[in-house]
Structures are given as C-alpha cells and as structure tokens.
C-alpha cells in the first residue's frame, strides 16, 4: 500500500473520533481502534509523520 493511502486511512479514522466525541453515538468501537493501531504500526515503521488518535478516555462504546 502506498504511504499516501495508508495515511488517508488513519486520517479518516481520526477524523471520525473527532466527530465521535461530538456526538453522543459512536461509531468507531474497538475493532476500529485495532484496526488504527495496525496502521499507526505500519506507520511507524516507514517512519512517517502523522497526528496521532487521541482516543477518549472512557474507551471505545
């Protein structure tokens, strides 16, 4: 997977906690939070830069 594409995954996935945390309904639960932390892996790794998930701190509903 290209390095541009393995990004736009995490970003989409961090964006969507941002809006999880604005609403009372979640939609990224816990196979979403594995599924980050295999790309963040990846991620690291290739050594790129990216903003990191700041996951809320009651867990993923």
Request: aromatic share 12%; with cysteine; glycine share 6%.
């Amino acid at each position: 997977m290209k390095d541009e594409r393995l990004m736009a995954f995490y970003e989409a996935v961090r964006q969507q906690v941002i809006l999880d945390g604005k609403s009372r309904y979640r939609f990224a639960g816990e196979g979403v939070k594995a599924y980050a932390d295999k790309l963040r892996e990846e991620m690291d790794r290739r050594r790129l830069r990216f903003t990191p998930i700041d996951w809320p701190e009651d867990g993923c509903r």
